[in-house]
């Protein structure tokens, strides 16, 4: 479905970014991860067959630089996907959280997405033809207790159309994943990172339940399920489909 395309994800080497660099290859495509940390990286790409160059996302100058190199190493960028944490906090009253809690998903989410898309659109539009992929929760219409994830979303959403509208004709496509609660990427620590409460695996447990009785369908998107649409997405077979957001929450948001 991907064969002999190249993919670049920036910050592939966690359980999600994983699990859709595994669908690529498996799929035929070259990828590159995209990352801060070698040593994470170094794991996800023995795992999964894919390169890796060490780089920060909030780095224009290195973004493009990196987009420049996977270029003259690989010939084109096909696919680009980022899934670099924006940093969200949860659990904590707007009137309690502090301005940097707020804003620092918003700040960060929205900078690092723009900075990669943009290399990305570049290269793409260059050659006439790309896909560019975006996740989020899909709470740009406010979600309580989530902090500035909704503001992040929404401002999230606005990009992708933005960006969809202005390099459709090039060619090049750019969607978005709505993948809230990807249940089996939630952990004790991952969840604690985001401010829940200290956590045993039972306690988790009952969080992933929680949100599989939130579901139209009653069960949540897993790994595998965002890897699958990934792929459809990044592929020929998706090449009529850009400008939207995809909803892959099993019923959880409105489209």
């Known amino acids: 479905m991907l064969k002999d395309k190249v993919a670049v994800i920036h910050g592939g080497a966690g359980s999600l970014g994983s699990g859709i660099t595994q669908a690529y290859v498996e799929a035929g495509a070259r990828v590159f991860l995209a990352g801060r940390t070698r040593e994470t990286l170094r794991t996800a790409a023995a795992g999964t067959g894919a390169e890796y160059d060490v780089l920060d996302a909030m780095d224009e100058a290195a973004v493009e630089a ?66 560019i992929l975006a996740p989020d929760s899909g709470s740009g219409n406010g979600s309580p207790m989530m902090g500035g994830t909704a503001a992040a979303d929404g401002a999230m959403d606005a990009m992708i159309r933005q960006f969809a509208q202005e390099v459709g004709p090039a060619g090049v496509r750019v969607c978005g994943i709505w993948t809230a609660g990807v249940v089996d990427t939630l952990t004790p620590e991952k969840l604690a990172g985001a401010g829940a409460p200290a956590m045993d695996e039972a306690a988790v447990e009952g969080v992933r339940d929680h949100l599989d009785s939130l579901r139209m369908t009653k069960r949540s998107p897993r790994v595998a399920d965002i890897a699958a649409l990934a792929t459809f997405l990044a592929s020929d077979a998706g090449a009529a489909v850009t400008g939207t957001w995809v909803n892959a929450t099993a019923g959880m948001f409105p489209s």
């Open 66 to 131: 990196h987009a420049t190199s996977v270029v003259e190493r690989a010939g084109r960028i096909d696919i680009s996907l980022n899934l670099v944490p924006r940093g969200d906090l949860h659990g904590v009253p707007l009137t309690e959280m502090s301005v940097e809690d707020y804003t620092r998903p918003v700040v960060r989410g929205i900078t690092c997405q723009f900075i990669t898309a943009r290399a990305a659109a570049r290269r793409m539009g260059a050659r006439g033809s790309g896909v």
